[in-house]
């Protein structure tokens, strides 16, 4: 269906560009009160609207609903055309809810102060949250890409201006790698559209289905396989996905909190999304074809991003990894080409996005009051900070997949759906789980050398507590984290009728793979 007036997720999309408006129009000198407050209401606003999205979905309905379709470039059959559905969705809200907190966040953060630019710093922020709900909502190939290379531009500058000593290295290091991929895509993009006749997504995947668009596939090197790689190299550099991954650390350690948080929160779920989204439907045959090559390349990636989380001094790199690890299972479960497998893999993006952009803030809350980042310097701030160790107990516990909490929900589901595999199986749900066992011990042990031991350092005695900002920030985390490990079945009926759908279309070309849920 199409909206006849501005649709729900029209709303959504564009609210923060109400916001950046505004910011445009306030003296940073005589009103930054001002313009924090108005980046902060406009990100709360669209949360709000994005849960109403959220109230007003339905989840019997497989396919896209609060349509918008305009037309953009009708000659090249180019539209804005706009919508959510089960695959999408949780996304879009993750990503809602993820920003009003790292722009809370950053109220406090000392770097800011120190480097000015403030509004500047914030516009960036809206502008970053437009164009990643943009990735999320986006049914057009070239309008899809327009919002992948926008995202790009605000964090390069929040990382290359706000960021760490080193700074600009890891800057253009993120900028090269994401454009090397998006280069790809966009060859990929173009060959796609113009076979097609249009750019829509759910004309092409309609098309596919009906046999009026073939893309011929043989083997790994057909045509079909050729436009896959095209799409899926730009999201696995993305993800980042095991060895294509060097840039993550370096952006991590060097940006920012608010930029690390938005960094793993939501950005690195626009490769996997981006997998779910195109890949999988468009190239099934494929799909199905790489699968066991990619799903080695995800499990490598479980166990080397724990190994190597295990070696790090720096709490914030330590964290970094760790995300290789835990995208890697997410990548597994897409890759189960099932229907639990896809499901695990949607949720565990929203529990990532939560645990470890819980993770980011509790380490940039350390560092404001330390100055420092090496585990070494840390010890017994237990005893100086108890409700905050407390909190930051919580957020690891999730991270590493306790039961109970979000993290445990998306894991089972995603080696559910790996053991009944009809393409994966038992060895590789055998070999993911040494990254459960991994992440128990280099979480356990960050939280061991930081946390507990005697409180023998002079310059961890006497810590500030909590302020009240940063209680509102850790708060909402702690929520989710439960409300996802205690009630996930709202989480998994809103994927429902989607992921079914897409495993049945996949299934009509390949039907080995069809595992649906009942």
Partial sequence: ?????????????????????????LNEETQLNNIKWTTLGTS???????????????????????????????TYGVSYYVGVDGLSLLLVILTTFIMPLAILASFRTEVLHERGRQKLYYMFLLLLEWAMIGVFVAQDLVVFYIFWEVSLIPMYFLIGIWGAENRVYAAVKFFLYTMAGSLLMLLAVLFVGGSAGTFAVPEIIAGIQA????????????????????????????????????????AHVQAPTAGSVILAGVLLKMGTYGIVRFCLPMFPEASVAWAPIIAVLA???????????YAQNDVKKLVAYSSVSHLGFVVLGIFALNAAGIQGGILQMVNHGISTGGLFLVVGMLYERRHTKELSNFGGIWLALPAFSAISLVIVLSSMGLPGLNGFIGEFTILLGTLNSNILGFFYALAATLGVILAAIYLLRMFQIVYMGPLDKDENKNLPRLHWQELAVLIPILVAIIWVGLQPAPFFATMDSSVNQ?????????????????
């Fill in 211 to 250: 046999g009026s668009i073939v893309f011929p596939f043989s083997d790994l090197f057909s045509t079909q396989s050729a436009l896959f790689l095209g799409f899926f190299i730009a999201f696995a550099i993305k993800v980042p996905i095991w060895p294509l991954h060097s840039w993550l650390p370096d």
């Fill in 502 to 518: 897409l495993v049945i279309d996949m299934g009509a070309s390949v039907p080995t793979i069809v595992q649906t849920l009942p």
């Fill in 299 to 309: 499990v490598i990636g479980i166990i080397y991003g724990g190994w190597v989380s």
């Fill in 44 to 74: 709360l606003a669209t949360f709000a609207a994005s849960l109403v999205m959220w109230a007003s979905f339905d989840n019997s309905i497989p396919g896209l609903q609060m349509v918008q379709r305009w037309d953009f470039i009708p």
């Fill in 1 to 25: 269906m199409e909206a006849t007036g501005l649709s729900l997720v029209t709303v959504v999309l564009f609210l923060p560009l109400v916001g950046l408006t505004i910011l445009l129009f």
